[in-house]
């Protein structure tokens, strides 16, 4: 017997797919995620979970705090990925960001910029020293 094939539009297959993540972040261990949550936050999380991922928490020089999730093993290239990621999720669920980095406020204009140009100019460190060597890993 033959099942017959269903054609869906993409919207349609998109929304089917943000539901069942909406179900999945309802989980004990997942709860903590946000309603529009991606694979890859879903990901981060087991990681933690299993103890193949942690959080590095970096502090910006106005106070805040961003949670960032690498894999036990990550370099500081592989942090400053993810930071950059977890900024562009932020402002993503916070609203589109305008079209012109001239109507943006100046700590947002430097995402519009070419990433080599922010690490030359922002620097993350740890314990007073200069995170510089992007093939260093955060462990050492």
């Keep these: 017997m033959a099942e017959a094939e269903e054609e869906l539009a993409h919207a349609e297959v998109l929304e089917l797919f943000q539901a069942a993540l909406a179900r999945l972040v309802q989980d004990p261990l997942l709860c903590d995620l946000p309603p529009q949550v991606t694979p890859e936050e879903i990901g981060s999380q087991v ?69 080599k140009y922010i690490w030359r100019t922002y620097h993350l460190t740890y314990a007073g020293e200069k995170l510089a060597d992007d093939r260093k890993k955060l462990r050492e």
């Design 47 to 115: 990681a933690l979970e299993y103890g193949q991922a942690m959080t590095v928490r970096v502090c910006k020089a106005d106070g805040e705090t961003m949670p960032v999730v690498v894999v036990q093993n990550a370099t500081v290239l592989e942090l400053k990925k993810a930071l950059r990621r977890h900024v562009q999720l932020r402002q993503a669920r916070q609203g589109a960001l305008p079209r012109s980095p001239a109507a943006l406020p100046l700590n947002l204009f430097c995402f519009f910029l070419p990433r």
